[in-house]
């Protein structure tokens, strides 16, 4: 037996084949809302108007993908931290969705009562004789309840503070002045050629970064389209840096 807490008690979505008569249009522009509040509603009326087309709502969050950094980047920083302590694990479930097979063999264990979802917040934890004593406040009942389990899993994903990963190459950027995190403190300042902003404010020429480190500037940074496009980004910016492009480098941190 099985038991999951979860803040919110949302699991991912599943991902599904899209058909070729499904995509939806890209209705993200540069007069679309600058709010967090805006962008839900803009998103859900979408939504409606592709269930009335018989379109899955997928093809909705899809359409963002080549955009969600653009959109990112146009949000206010008030409307940034809006959108991390309040959407952001609604966006997750959504657009980081599990593999169809997954989620069956998810949805089975729960119906045979093998796995149960809690919406709740941890608030002690304590082992005795081999097994963990697990209390939690359950948001459904509003009360506070009590698990005994043989094994807990940590499944809340990586360390979103930068300041708080135990890696000692970033420890070192901070400790030597060479670098400092962004104002999400999601990862590192960079401009916009990607070179590091150092504790003064200053950007780094021999120091550039791509990928999780931009997680604050770019926000979906993590798999490998994002991250391929950044590198080639990079390496032209570089070429043309050291005399060996042609000079018409693009911005690692692009912008629409």
């Known amino acids: 037996m099985v038991h999951v807490i979860s803040q919110k008690g949302l699991f991912p979505q599943a991902r599904r084949q899209q058909r070729p008569d499904e995509p939806w249009h890209l209705f993200w522009n540069d007069k679309s809302p600058r709010s967090t509040r805006g962008l839900l509603r803009l998103i859900r009326r979408q939504i409606q108007d592709a269930a009335e087309k018989g379109i899955n709502w997928r093809s909705v969050i899809d359409c963002l993908r080549p955009v969600t950094q653009d959109i990112w980047r146009s949000l206010p920083l008030a409307e940034q931290k809006r959108f991390l302590r309040h959407a952001r694990v609604y966006w997750d479930v959504h657009r980081h969705r599990v593999a169809p097979e997954i989620a069956d063999i998810l949805a089975d264990m729960q119906s045979e009562g093998r796995v149960f979802l809690h919406r709740g917040a941890i608030t002690r934890y304590s082992e005795d004789h081999g097994r963990a004593k697990i209390q939690y406040w359950d ?3 509003q009360s506070r309840k009590k ?27 901070f400790v030597q002045g060479f670098a400092r995190p962004d104002a999400l403190f999601l990862g590192l300042e960079v401009d916009d050629d990607g070179a590091l902003i150092d504790y003064k404010g200053i950007p780094s020429h021999p120091i550039y970064a791509i990928g999780p480190t931009l997680k604050g500037c770019l926000w979906e940074t993590t798999t490998v389209p994002e991250i391929r496009e950044q590198a080639a980004a990079m390496g032209e910016y570089l070429a043309a840096k050291l005399g060996h492009g042609s000079g018409g480098a693009r911005s690692v941190l692009k912008t629409a």
Not at 150 to 166: F, Y
Request: with cysteine.
């Open 147 to 173: 698990l005994r389990v043989d094994r807990v899993i940590n499944c809340t994903g990586s360390e979103t503070d930068c300041r708080r990963i135990d890696e000692s190459l970033i420890t070192s950027l």
């Open 139 to 141: 948001r459904e009942s």
